[in-house]
Structures are given as C-alpha cells and as structure tokens.
C-alpha cells in the first residue's frame, strides 16, 4: 500500500526557518507531480508549490523567494523550505502526490495527513 507522510512541523518564532519533508513510500511505479498545499485556520486549502517529473516548477505568488520546492527522485521525497517565517504562515501543510502504481495502472493522487506549521512568538 501507498503511505505519503509529511514531518519537520512545528512551533517556530517569527523570521525562522522551516524544512519540510515529504516521502512516498509503498508499492509505486513511478511519481509525476509532487506538490505541497497549505490550509490555513477557517481557510480553504490552497495549492503553494508544485512540481513535476521533468522539472516544472511553479509557486504561488504570495510566497515566492520564501518558499523553496525540491526533490529527490531516487528518494520519492519532496521537500519545502520556508524562509522568514511569519504568522500568517501558520496552516496545516500538506503533501500531494501523483502515483502509478504496480498494481494499478491508473494514476492517483495520494495525500498525506498534513503537518502544522505554527509561527508565534
């Protein structure tokens, strides 16, 4: 079975800095997008970083040149760094993830069960 997990939340002051993790594991084929979400308290959950298999890059613009989205392939791993931290960051961060499986010839997307990020002094 597939398991997508997200870990590296916390409690962090203003200005800090965060690296989120986030790894596929389970019976997978292959990966295509692999893209991180953000809900915020009373929010919506909204798309902030994506990427893709070939190398697609793209951020929502509120949080570009703080957030920086990479992978690791080989690792079916995916990774978000939040620059200078700020309270209106605070949001359940979620990792969503494009999978084929051996076992499926569809391709799905899988979620993680979040992990909070709370910026508070």
């Known amino acids: 079975q597939v398991k997508v997990l997200e870990s590296g939340g916390g409690l962090v002051q203003p200005g800090g800095t965060l690296r989120l993790t986030c790894a596929a594991s389970g019976d997978i084929l292959g990966i295509d997008a692999m893209d991180w979400f953000l809900q915020a308290p009373g929010k919506q959950r909204e798309a902030v970083a994506t990427?893709?298999?070939?190398?697609?890059?793209n951020y929502a613009d509120p949080v570009k040149g703080r957030f920086t989205i990479t992978r690791d392939n080989a690792k079916n791993t995916v990774y978000l760094q939040i620059n200078s931290l700020k309270p209106t960051d605070t949001a359940v961060y979620y990792c969503n993830v494009y999978i084929r499986t051996y076992s499926d010839p569809y391709w799905q997307n899988y979620w993680g069960q979040g992990t909070q990020v709370t910026v508070s002094s």
């Open positions: 990427t893709t298999k070939g190398g697609s890059i």
